[in-house]
């Protein structure tokens, strides 16, 4: 496995990878890797001829009150990860290779960068378009690999590569989770013993509204109240959002038709942990 640290040289590799026809498949990270990541670097791996990984964390898409100085980190273990699934190429540039002092511009997708995590973290989709966009263009996959345990970043990223006319295939993979069902996050690591039985109450809520609309329920409402409820059961948790919204555009609901998202975004002790559930009228 290559380790790449500048971007000429890493858009020297892609092109010459690309000029000897082989498809680019391509997991942009932040690091501390996990299941989840492993699970996105595995299918890369499957679908393409050369797999590249980046780890950056990303300063640009945190808040000022944010924790980009504590964001776990541990590369050497990372790399390690990368080798055994097969990666090809883990690309690692530092902050001043990314953002040189004289970088003013902003990717910025309007609309769906507003509601739920954009509510609650001003300029976050802002900083992830813009290093996504330039990661695309340094890499020059032909397909991005993206986890929907982070379903509005995949949404605008989607709508990006739309807008843009980017040739890339964005492709969205299922949320991994651990054996108790807390959907797995490098933001774990944050958790004391005692959070564990807080942070569970996402899957588990995440569960119930499953079971509403099973039972037949449509009011996004009652399925807010019902989640917040036993999220609110833990004295370990407090809520940023619960909220029931289109799953294509993010905005809010009157009723469940046909398929919503249900979004939440939890602080459980330090840690600010996010999940979701497609909730599907046949067959959620
Ligand atoms: P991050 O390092 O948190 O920026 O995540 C890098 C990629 O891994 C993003 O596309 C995430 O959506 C994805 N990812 C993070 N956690 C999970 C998970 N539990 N299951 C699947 N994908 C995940």
Do not use: W
Request: charged share 25%.
């Amino acid at each position: 496995m290559k380790i790449i640290t500048t971007i000429t040289e890493m858009q020297d590799h892609s092109d010459r990878l690309r000029h000897q026809g082989d498809r680019i498949g391509f997991v942009p990270t932040m690091g501390f890797l996990h299941e989840g990541h492993l699970s996105l670097m595995r299918r890369a791996r499957e679908e393409n001829q050369a797999l590249v990984v980046s780890i950056f964390v990303n300063p640009t898409q945190f808040g000022p009150d944010e924790d980009y100085d504590t964001y776990p980190r541990d590369l050497e273990k990372d790399a390690s990860l990368c080798r055994e699934v097969g990666c090809d190429v883990l690309f690692t540039p530092g902050v001043d290779e990314m953002y040189p002092q004289s970088s003013v511009t902003t990717v910025s997708v309007a609309g769906m960068t507003e509601t739920l995590c954009g509510a609650s973290r001003p300029g976050h989709f802002d900083g992830v378009t813009t290093v996504v966009c330039k990661l695309f263009n340094i890499v020059r996959p032909h397909a991005a690999y993206f986890g929907l345990k982070d379903y509005q970043q995949y949404r605008v990223l989607f709508q990006m590569v739309q807008d843009l006319n980017m040739n890339i295939h964005i492709i969205g993979l299922p949320t991994i989770r651990e054996e108790d069902g807390l959907a797995m996050s490098s933001r774990n690591a944050y958790l004391y013993d005692d959070e564990r039985s807080g942070a569970l109450t996402l899957s588990r809520s995440l569960d119930a509204a499953r079971e509403m609309v099973r039972e037949g329920i449509r009011d996004p409402r009652a399925i807010e109240q019902k989640v917040t409820g036993i999220i609110e059961s833990e004295p370990t948790t407090r809520i940023d959002y619960v909220s029931v919204v289109d799953a294509d555009d993010l905005t809010p609901l009157s009723t469940i038709d046909e398929r919503a998202l249900l979004a939440l975004a939890v602080f459980v002790g330090d840690a600010r942990l996010i999940d979701n559930a497609v909730l599907e009228i046949n067959g959620n």
